[in-house]
Structures are given as C-alpha cells and as structure tokens.
C-alpha cells in the first residue's frame, strides 16, 4: 500500500477557504502573517477570525517571520493559533523560552533547503521543536525569501532529513497535483504543504484542490 500522508493547506485567506481546505481533507491549514515577500498575507485580526472558526482537531499555522521569543509570543497573542511555524530563524535558537513561554502552542521550524548544510541544520534543530517543514525559499537573499516561491528544492536532501529528524517533518516548495505523489513516494514525509500550487489566479482553486487530493490519496 501507497503512504497516505498529512495534508497542510497554506495561505488561507478567508473561512470559505478553510472551509474548502477541510472539506477535501486538510488536517492543517496555513495562515499567513506579514512577510517581506512571497504570497498570502492576510491581517492578524484576518488569522484570529479564521483560526477561531476553525474546527480543534485540525492545525492551525501561524506564519510568522518574527525572530526574537517576545515578538513571537505577542504575534501569537493576537491570533490565537494551535501552531507557530517560524519561517526564519530563532534568534538564538531559543526553543527552549519560547516553549515555556507558549506550553500549549507547538512549534514548527522551517528549514529552506539549499545544500547539505541544510541537513545539518535540519537534524541539530529537530531536538528542539515539534516538527519540521521544508521549504524552498532563502534566507541569505536581500530580500528575504521565507517560503511561497513555487519551486522545488533537491528532495534528496530532503529524504536524508526525512531519515534523520527526530520530529515529524512536512515537505513544501513547488508541489502541485502533477509532482505530488512523486515527491510522497522519494521523501516519504509526515506531510506535505503546498500554497501557489492550487492558487493559478489567486484564490483558492477546487478544481485544483481536488486532484490533489486525488494524487495525494492513490493508493
């Protein structure tokens, strides 16, 4: 039998939309805080209303591209969400404040996949947090890059991750409903994630939305 994998929706943007997401399947829906880049921001009152619609046995994402462990507990003061997904890094990698300070929250580090030194990364950071989620984006670039590029990192890198994370582990960057079960079957993740892959025009796309599913469920 095919490995069935969790399913996290990204950049929601209102509840018909969460709707939607967890209509089709969803166990996870992403919502966008303010970004220097990339798609799906939405106003924090946006993300308070929508994760307080959403339903308790499905994960509510905050991404937030704060840094510091007091700017990350007053981001998620205003919102209210049942996960943080940290799309850069920890400012001393201070998992261990952040976690007593948030002891109900769990914590998501992004990893943006660009060499080996990645992997490292990657494995050092998995003893510290919740799970894991591998992106496409860079950190190093002027304009910051912190996830929605739409393209596709080396899963070969991603599969040693898979094989060495203490923590469960999503995979993001560039999926859509062509590449989707490829990329399930070589990395074999807890997850996967995906955002500009069903959202051609913007919204939310069910069209889209369904033959992912489709994809993500052939067994």
Known sequence: MKYIPRVKICCIKNIEEAK????YGASAIGLVGRMPSGPGPITDEEIKIIAGYTPPPIATFLLTCETNVGDIVAHHKRVNTNTIQLVDALSGENYEELKERLPAVKIVQV???IDES??????RISEQVDGLLLDS???NKAVKELG???RKHDWKLSRKIVEQSKVPLFLAGGLNPSNVRQAIEEVQPFGVDLCSGLRPNGG???KLLEEFFTEVNKV
Do not use: F, R
């Open 118 to 123: 990645s992997v490292e990364e990657a494995v």
């Open 137 to 139: 984006g860079n950190p």
């Open 148 to 150: 929605g590029t739409g």
């Open 204 to 206: 939310l796309d069910l």
């Open 20 to 23: 939607n997401a967890i209509a």
């Open 111 to 113: 990893i943006h996949v």
